[in-house]
């Protein structure tokens, strides 16, 4: 079965410095990762995927990964944080489900909060 | 364009009261449907996925069930709510074969 950690509850980080949410993944066969972030009392928004290619992927607002799969992480950047990124970030794996359709597999999340 | 309707937003409902969340689809065609929770504002639980018209699978056993009774429509019930049910539901999509998925907007159900 598939998994995901992020093991930072919280990141803080000051308006203008680069930001990091750290992500780890555990599946078989080839990873198909996502970010996604919530913000309050909202769904979930896709930000960026990795599913082959290069192994740094850029998405929405400025945001990119990296995926390294020796060390099995997929860890979210930025270059310059905003105070809008202050969100809820989600990292998930894709599995199959054995019922068919795909399960993507979440983590606990991580709470950016970027202060002026 | 695809979109994903899910309704309500809010809903209070006492303890033992019946349940009815429902969430719909347009702009696309024999969508694979998902109903997850997310209880304390954090974990997302997958628990009842559907590839067809008909056809549910539950991931957790739970006081919920599910139905599809079109392509597009999925439902999310109970015959007598708890209070552990309280949280926020989310309904979401992807296509057969996709990667990823996307997601309604939530439900934020408090049981009393």
């Known amino acids: 079965a598939q998994s995901v950690a992020q093991p930072e509850d919280q990141v803080n980080v000051a308006e203008g410095n680069p930001l990091t949410v750290k992500c780890t993944y555990s599946?078989?066969?080839?990873?198909?990762l996502f970010w996604y972030v919530q913000y309050p009392n909202r769904g979930l928004q896709f930000l960026l995927k990795?599913?082959?290619?290069?192994?740094l992927v850029k998405g929405s607002y400025g945001f990119e990964a990296e995926f390294n799969k020796s060390q099995t992480s997929f860890h979210l950047k930025k270059p310059s944080a905003l105070v809008s990124d202050s969100a809820l970030y989600f990292c998930?794996?894709?599995?199959?489900?054995?019922?068919?359709?795909?399960?993507?597999?979440f983590g606990t999340g991580t709470q950016l909060k970027v202060e002026l | 364009s695809q979109t994903i309707h899910q309704w309500p937003a809010t809903l209070v409902q006492p303890v033992g009261s019946p349940l009815s969340l429902e969430c719909t689809v347009e702009?696309?065609?024999?969508?694979?449907l998902y109903w997850y929770r997310q209880a304390a504002g954090r974990g997302l639980q997958l628990l009842f996925y559907?590839?067809?018209?008909?056809?549910i699978s539950s991931e957790v056993p739970q006081n919920l069930s599910a139905s599809r009774p079109q392509d597009r429509q999925f439902i999310l019930s109970s015959k007598k709510l708890l209070l552990s049910d309280s949280g926020f539901y989310l309904c979401?999509?992807?296509?057969?074969?996709?990667?990823?998925?996307?997601f309604g907007s939530g439900t934020r159900l408090t049981v009393v």
């Open positions: 559907s590839v067809g018209i008909g056809q």
């Open positions: 702009g696309t065609s024999n969508p694979n």
């Open positions: 998930a794996v894709r599995g199959i489900l054995t019922g068919g359709g795909n399960k993507l597999t």
């Open positions: 990795y599913i082959t290619g290069d192994n």
């Open positions: 979401a999509w992807s296509v057969l074969g996709g990667y990823g998925y996307t």
């Open positions: 599946v078989s066969g080839n990873p198909y």
